[in-house]
């Protein structure tokens, strides 16, 4: 069963930029697998930061951006602010039907 | 505005029966699917299945398949996850979302969240 990779933690200094990634146990992520990604602050649900790789969901700060960066996807985060201290979860889809999550990625902004 | 409400925290038996409840709106409830995500206590984020309204097909995870049902009543723009028989395990909090099934798919917006205890 192909697992979703995620780094387990991160931290960035105030002011820094960060860039998080998705990746597969075997093989390599593309468009094709259509990664959407989320945040989540301790004790609250979660929140949509994009989707189909880079389309940015409503209200997001243009700080963050996302891509594809060689075999894997990618959340950057350029000047990184306190509220940006976080969980990250990315998302891919397997093709019929199915949907994976990641392990997510702690971001700590210190 | 698109809101999805969750039904309120649970606290039942190993080996009771549960439904816990999602409610949209602001939209088309019956155009677009609803998801269900699990978060056990202290870990991430789990994709458990999502459901058309608008035609009851549902889709689930290979790893939820089986151990609890998804449904929604279209007439109260609402989705259900059900379980039969809870196990100590199932204790977690639950999140749905609306998902949009194009090119991939995503979830947003979310609901608040149920926070399911399963205890003896």
């Known amino acids: 069963q192909t697992v979703v990779t995620q780094e387990p933690s991160f931290s960035v200094s105030p002011g820094g930029t960060v860039t998080l990634t998705c990746g597969l146990s075997?093989?390599?992520?593309?468009?094709?697998?259509?990664p959407s990604w989320y945040q989540q602050t301790p004790g609250q649900a979660p929140r949509t930061l994009f989707y189909s790789t880079n389309t940015r969901s409503s209200g997001v700060p243009d700080r963050f951006s996302a891509s594809i960066l060689g075999n894997k996807a990618a959340l950057t985060i350029t000047g990184a602010q306190a509220d940006d201290d976080s969980d990250y979860y990315c998302?891919?889809?397997?093709?019929?039907?199915?949907?994976?999550f990641g392990g997510g990625t702690r971001l700590t902004v210190l | 505005e698109v809101h999805l409400v969750q039904s309120g925290a649970e606290v039942k038996k190993p080996g009771e029966s549960l439904k816990i409840s999602c409610k949209g709106s602001?939209?088309?409830?019956?155009?677009?699917?609803i998801g269900w995500v699990r978060q056990m206590p202290g870990k991430g984020l789990e994709w458990m299945g999502i459901?058309?309204?608008?035609?009851?097909?549902?889709r689930y995870s290979p790893s939820f398949k089986g151990q609890v049902t998804i449904s929604a009543d279209k007439s109260i723009n609402t989705a259900y996850l059900q379980w039969s028989s809870l196990k100590a395990s199932d204790t977690a909090m639950y999140y749905c979302?609306?998902?949009?099934?194009?090119?991939?798919?995503?979830?947003?917006?979310w609901g608040q969240g149920t926070l399911v205890t399963a205890s003896s």
């Open positions: 998302v891919l889809y397997m093709g019929s039907g199915i949907w994976v």
């Open positions: 075997s093989g390599s992520v593309s468009t094709s697998y259509y």
């Open positions: 979302a609306r998902f949009k099934w194009e090119k991939g798919g995503w979830f947003d917006p």
């Open positions: 602001g939209y088309s409830f019956t155009s677009y699917w």
């Open positions: 459901i058309y309204p608008g035609d009851s097909d549902t």
